[in-house]
């Protein structure tokens, strides 16, 4: 006999997970159909005065020719031919403007190298009173993304907020993305300290939507309409950023299903999923939002994820959430009859298809790929270009070191190696293989053999590399590998990991890890405490699943803002797992916060 656990959960109830746990009868509510998505509300406003733009037209010069060949260069990264080009133009008896246009392309070529402070320092020195618009243009857009790649995305946005003015209308709705973006990645607290010492109007109205973006959804509910009719000539206005215009007059879905394994071999990470998901449904409740039935569905009681899904729709669910693994995110994606939407917690391999024609399976997983692409990021950002990759060998490597080194090469970096290892056997060796060192051990033996005598030799690793990215799955991997690094004469060199180097929990041990940088869920560095003390106070979560806790903590988040998804590359969540944003093919993808090993414990920078 089927048995499927079902809850309501009624208005300023508390969390008590554990009441999960017991057989509960199910709502005998008549299934009620989600509305149709609407778009966002139309703010009508009176006509904006037009100011006219600079023209973005280049100034005439002898030199145009060699600019041009430059510039085209430059973009494929090619800063040595880029270099000899530019040699060509006379230092001394040009424009003035040539020689800021010369600067600039210098800048570029700097940061191309690597040398982020070079190039600032060579941006600095070129401003002038009447300056070409055009020049201008590229120089605050070179330092905006020097900006942000190097993580101060305060002054991008604001950065951002000043090329507004200058942007073509078709650029502008990319730029106001773009900027939105940098607000979200930039700390509540420093949003607090910049708002009110912005002293440009317009920059402060970005400072003061992004500060009402962070309050619950019942409080964004009511003052983002009067944001809007403040600012009815903001450019965040109309449309208001990160898809928060299809949320306005909105109501979430009217039942939600949660399907999760709850009683087999994967009900420890389907429970800290439930746990994180009620903890921020009762936290949405008590700041004063509509109440919702949620049916909790164990898939383990049913024969497969799509019978789970019929139950569900039987009790008249709208939406659902889950399931769990892979094979049975595939079992839905697969139906060609999916009439209400699903939020998957699972990502299918890019091979699979969805069946045509039914409501959207979007797809929310803690992907380490997504990890892999920002640890590529924040290296190169930190002027790294010449990078080794050690990992594990097995599929997990593999996937991993693909997205980490297709990602390094669009950025413009270069792989010198890469090593695999298969145990702590071989650990040593693979490290070595990828410093170079055998090689400086073979160059010894053959000056020995042709000098024929004994002579003194310390090995020395390769010294091309600026950069590690260090893939191993687990604590215990990074913990022999690091010092191995410092062993072989590369303990100067930067290194760089993903999140599974760090178990959730202080480890006196990780002291072995100190100064890896790595990417790590906000979850996991202080945010939103107050939801895992209440996970903690029902008794039933885990320190092995924490991260599947904040997984369920953001599929409560996406599900309640669904329609915000309507926005498609716009949409954007500040979640507990990182920012969320979704790509063409319906998949979540995460940002994580950059974090580093400080006396064995974690410490956000």
Same mark, same amino acid.
């Given at each position: 006999?089927?048995?499927?656990?079902?809850?309501?959960?009624?208005?300023?109830?508390?969390?008590?997970?554990?009441?999960?746990?017991?057989?509960?009868?199910?709502?005998?509510?008549?299934?009620?159909?989600?509305?149709?998505?609407?778009?966002?509300?139309?703010?009508?406003?009176?006509?904006?005065?037009?100011?006219?733009?600079?023209?973005?037209?280049?100034?005439?010069?002898?030199?145009?020719? +060699?600019?041009?060949?430059?510039?085209?260069?430059?973009?494929?990264?090619?800063?040595?031919?880029?270099?000899?080009?530019?040699?060509?133009?006379?230092?001394?008896?040009?424009?003035?403007?040539?020689?800021?246009?010369?600067?600039?392309?210098?800048?570029?070529?700097?940061?191309?190298?690597?040398?982020?402070?070079? !190039?600032?320092?060579?941006?600095?020195?070129?401003?002038?009173?009447?300056? *070409?618009?055009?020049? /201008?243009?590229?120089?605050?857009?070179?330092?905006?993304?020097?900006?942000?790649?190097?993580?101060?995305?305060?002054?991008?946005?604001?950065?951002?907020?000043?090329?507004?003015?200058?942007?073509?209308?078709?650029?502008?709705?990319?730029?106001?993305?773009?900027?939105?973006?940098?607000? +979200?990645?930039?700390?509540?607290?420093?949003?607090?300290?910049?708002?009110?010492?912005?002293?440009?109007?317009?920059?402060?109205?970005?400072?003061?939507?992004?500060?009402?973006?962070?309050?619950?959804?019942?409080? +964004?509910?009511?003052?983002?309409?009067?944001?809007?009719?403040?600012?009815?000539?903001? @450019?965040?206005?109309?449309?208001?950023?990160?898809?928060?215009?299809?949320?306005?007059?909105?109501?979430?879905?009217?039942?939600?299903?949660?399907?999760?394994?709850?009683?087999?071999?994967?009900?420890?990470?389907?429970?800290?999923?439930?746990?994180?998901?009620?903890?921020?449904?009762?936290?949405?409740?008590?700041?004063?939002?509509?109440?919702?039935?949620?049916?909790?569905?164990?898939?383990?009681?049913?024969?497969?994820?799509?019978?789970?899904?019929?139950?569900?729709?039987?009790?008249?669910?709208?939406?659902?959430?889950?399931?769990?693994?892979?094979?049975?995110?595939?079992?839905?994606?697969?139906?060609?009859?999916?009439?209400?939407?699903?939020? !998957?917690?699972?990502?299918?391999?890019?091979?699979?298809?969805?069946?045509?024609?039914?409501?959207?399976?979007?797809?929310?997983?803690?992907?380490?790929?997504?990890?892999?692409?920002?640890?590529?990021?924040?290296?190169?950002?930190?002027?790294?270009?010449?990078?080794?990759?050690?990992?594990?060998?097995?599929?997990?490597?593999?996937?991993?070191?693909?997205?980490?080194?297709?990602?390094?090469?669009?950025?413009?970096?270069?792989?010198?190696?890469?090593?695999?290892?298969?145990?702590?056997?071989?650990?040593?060796?693979?490290?070595?293989?990828?410093?170079?060192?055998?090689?400086?051990?073979? /160059?010894?033996?053959?000056?020995?053999?042709?000098?024929?005598?004994?002579?003194?030799? *310390?090995?020395?690793?390769?010294?091309?590399?600026?950069?590690?990215?260090?893939?191993?799955?687990?604590?215990?991997?990074?913990?022999?590998?690091?010092?191995?690094?410092?062993?072989?004469?590369?303990?100067?060199?930067?290194?760089?990991?993903?999140?599974?180097?760090?178990?959730?929990?202080?480890?006196?041990?990780?002291?072995?890890?100190?100064?890896?940088?790595?990417?790590?869920? @906000?979850?996991?560095?202080?945010?939103?405490?107050?939801?895992?003390?209440?996970?903690?106070?029902?008794?039933?979560?885990?320190?092995?699943?924490?991260?599947?806790?904040?997984?369920?903590?953001?599929?409560?988040?996406?599900?309640?803002?669904?329609?915000?998804?309507?926005?498609?590359?716009?949409?954007?969540?500040?979640?507990?797992?990182?920012?969320?944003?979704?790509?063409?093919?319906? /998949?979540?993808?995460?940002?994580?916060?950059?974090?580093?090993?400080?006396?064995?414990?974690?410490?956000?920078?």
């Amino acid at each position: 006999m089927r048995h499927t656990c079902t809850r309501h959960f009624s208005r300023g109830a508390q969390l008590c997970l554990t009441l999960v746990l017991l057989g509960l009868a199910a709502c005998g509510s008549e299934p009620v159909k989600e509305p149709e998505p609407t778009a966002p509300p139309v703010v009508v406003e009176p006509p904006p005065v037009v100011q006219e733009k600079p023209s973005l037209a280049l100034p005439p010069s002898a030199y145009s020719a +060699q600019f041009l060949k430059a510039d085209q260069l430059l973009s494929q990264n090619q800063w040595m031919a880029a270099s000899e080009v530019i040699g060509t133009v006379p230092a001394a008896g040009i424009s003035a403007s040539d020689k800021v246009y010369l600067g600039y392309l210098q800048a570029r070529i700097d940061y191309i190298r690597g040398r982020q402070k070079e !190039a600032l320092a060579q941006l600095d020195t070129m401003d002038y009173q009447g300056m *070409n618009g055009a020049q /201008r243009y590229r120089i605050l857009n070179l330092r905006r993304h020097i900006m942000g790649m190097s993580g101060n995305y305060l002054e991008s946005a604001r950065l951002g907020d000043e090329i507004l003015r200058l942007a073509p209308e078709g650029d502008a709705p990319a730029l106001r993305r773009s900027i939105w973006h940098d607000l +979200q990645r930039i700390s509540t607290a420093t949003l607090e300290q910049a708002a009110p010492a912005a002293t440009d109007a317009q920059w402060q109205k970005w400072l003061e939507l992004a500060l009402l973006a962070r309050a619950p959804l019942p409080a +964004q509910m009511q003052s983002l309409p009067l944001w809007v009719q403040n600012n009815t000539q903001h @450019p965040a206005s109309n449309p208001l950023p990160g898809g928060l215009g299809y949320l306005l007059g909105s109501q979430p879905a009217q039942k939600v299903a949660l399907i999760l394994p709850l009683s087999d071999r994967l009900a420890p990470a389907g429970r800290a999923v439930r746990d994180g998901y009620l903890a921020s449904y009762y936290a949405y409740r008590e700041s004063g939002g509509a109440a919702f039935d949620t049916l909790v569905l164990d898939q383990d009681s049913f024969g497969s994820a799509s019978a789970a899904y019929d139950a569900a729709l039987a009790q008249g669910a709208t939406m659902v959430v889950g399931p769990l693994s892979k094979d049975a995110v595939a079992s839905l994606g697969s139906r060609a009859d999916r009439p209400v939407p699903v939020l !998957a917690l699972n990502r299918l391999d890019s091979a699979e298809t969805l069946a045509p024609g039914s409501s959207a399976l979007v797809q929310f997983a803690l992907a380490p790929e997504d990890e892999a692409r920002n640890i590529a990021d924040i290296a190169f950002g930190q002027g790294a270009r010449t990078a080794l990759v050690i990992r594990p060998q097995g599929e997990w490597g593999d996937k991993l070191a693909q997205a980490l080194t297709g990602h390094w090469h669009e950025l413009g970096g270069t792989i010198a190696d890469s090593v695999t290892y298969s145990g702590r056997e071989d650990y040593s060796t693979a490290v070595k293989d990828a410093l170079g060192i055998p090689a400086s051990e073979e /160059r010894a033996r053959a000056i020995k053999e042709i000098l024929a005598t004994n002579i003194e030799f *310390n090995a020395r690793r390769r010294q091309d590399v600026d950069a590690i990215f260090l893939l191993s799955g687990n604590g215990a991997e990074a913990r022999s590998l690091k010092p191995l690094l410092a062993f072989h004469y590369a303990g100067s060199v930067p290194v760089y990991s993903v999140s599974g180097i760090y178990s959730g929990v202080t480890d006196p041990r990780d002291r072995d890890l100190d100064g890896i940088n790595f990417v790590e869920t @906000p979850w996991l560095l202080g945010e939103n405490p107050h939801l895992k003390q209440a996970i903690a106070a029902g008794k039933t979560g885990s320190d092995s699943y924490t991260r599947l806790n904040a997984l369920g903590a953001d599929a409560f988040l996406v599900q309640l803002q669904f329609r915000q998804l309507q926005a498609g590359a716009d949409a954007l969540f500040r979640g507990n797992t990182g920012l969320l944003s979704m790509d063409p093919q319906l /998949r979540i993808q995460r940002e994580l916060d950059l974090a580093t090993f400080d006396e064995g414990a974690i410490k956000a920078q």
